[in-house]
Each structure stands twice: as C-alpha cells, then as structure tokens.
C-alpha cells in the first residue's frame, strides 16, 4: 500500500468520526424546529460568509429542490424579505459582521423569524434571533466545550452545515411524503 493511500485512510477516517461526532451533538429539538420554520415561512433566505455560504447556498439549492422559495441574500434576483418569511444566518463564531448586519436589518426592517446555525451561543446573535441551531464544533474563539478538530480552521463547521441541510431536506421529503420522482421538476434543466 502507498504512503499516500494510508494517509488518505487514516485521514478520512479521521474526517468521518469528528462528523459522527458533531452530527450526534446536535440538539434535535432545534433541528425539528428549524424543519418546521422552513416548513412554515412563505419563503426562506440565507446569509453567511465565505465557506459558511457555500454550504448555505448547498442547502438553499436543495430546499429550492422541494419546491421551497428560498434564496441567497445578496443574489442578483433575491425578492423582498417580509415578516412572513425566515431567515437563516450561519455564522460558526456569531461575529462575523455581514451575517450579523443582515439578521439585525431583517429583524429591525420586517421583524421575520430568524435562526442562527452557528456554535458560540454567546455571541451578539442571541440578541437578534428567535433561536439558534447550535453546531457545537471549533470556532476562531477556541471556546472550552467546542468540540475539537484535525482539520484547518473551521471545516468541520462547514462540512456539518452542508451535512444538517441534507438532513432535515430528507427528514422533509419523508414527512411530507414527496415522491423522489417528482423532485425532478424543480431541478435545473438547462444543464
């Protein structure tokens, strides 16, 4: 076997336990929350900044998927936020100012619901959202029960939002029941 290979083995199986890990820290009163404000909110929005977006655009995609109006802020055709509708901010430190900005504005301008996925409970976000989706992995802050990880600065956190919008987008589909079939008509065809 090549140095590489086990390398590659010994990482992945790194990888793929600190995501057992973090998946199973997930309180899953916040995630039935969350299921059910998507579920209920006229359209939902998403904020976060560089890799965090991302992984939010991912979701955004596949709740698209199911027929759910949802969109990026700051995309060229992003409608009207209303109090009708939800906004989720990922942010893993809660500090980042983008994401903090666009959750005071939409709190302060329509006052719609307003969830932060993230893992510092105690940052200036508990002030601005209805709840917080907690992520409780290793932020910027180093803080003292986050847990721990092999990989540069906050990938886990990232991998672990893709991870928890594949989640609950399943746990829609099941509960509502939807064909997987006919999922297909809100996929993009000009492909």
């Keep these: 076997m090549s ?16 995501l057992k890990k973090t998946l199973s820290s997930i309180d899953s009163d916040s995630l039935e929350r969350l299921a059910y404000e998507i579920q209920a909110a006229d359209q939902v929005f998403f904020v976060g900044v560089g890799r965090v977006m991302l992984a939010l655009e991912c979701m955004c995609k596949r709740f698209a998927h199911l027929g759910i109006k ?54 200036e976000m508990k002030d601005i959202c209805d709840f917080m989706v907690r992520i409780p992995v290793r932020t910027k802050f180093y803080l003292q029960d986050e847990i721990d990880s092999c990989q540069p600065m906050t990938s886990l956190f990232e991998q672990a939002v893709l991870l928890v919008g594949d989640i609950l987008a399943k746990i829609i589909i099941e509960q509502k029941q939807l064909d997987m079939k006919e999922l297909w008509q809100y996929h993009a065809n000009l492909e």
Excluded at 3 to 18: C, D, N, P, R
Excluded at 76 to 99: C, H, Q, W
């Design 3 to 18: 140095e590489f290979k086990v390398q590659y083995e010994k990482t992945s199986g790194e990888i793929e336990e600190e």
């Design 70 to 123: 949802a969109h990026c802020v700051g995309e060229i055709t992003e409608p009207a936020i209303t109090k009708k509708d939800l906004l989720i901010v990922g942010s893993g430190s809660g500090a980042s100012l983008f994401p903090l900005g666009i959750a005071r504005k939409a709190k302060n301008l329509v006052g719609c619901k307003i969830v932060h996925i993230g893992s510092n409970p105690n940052s």
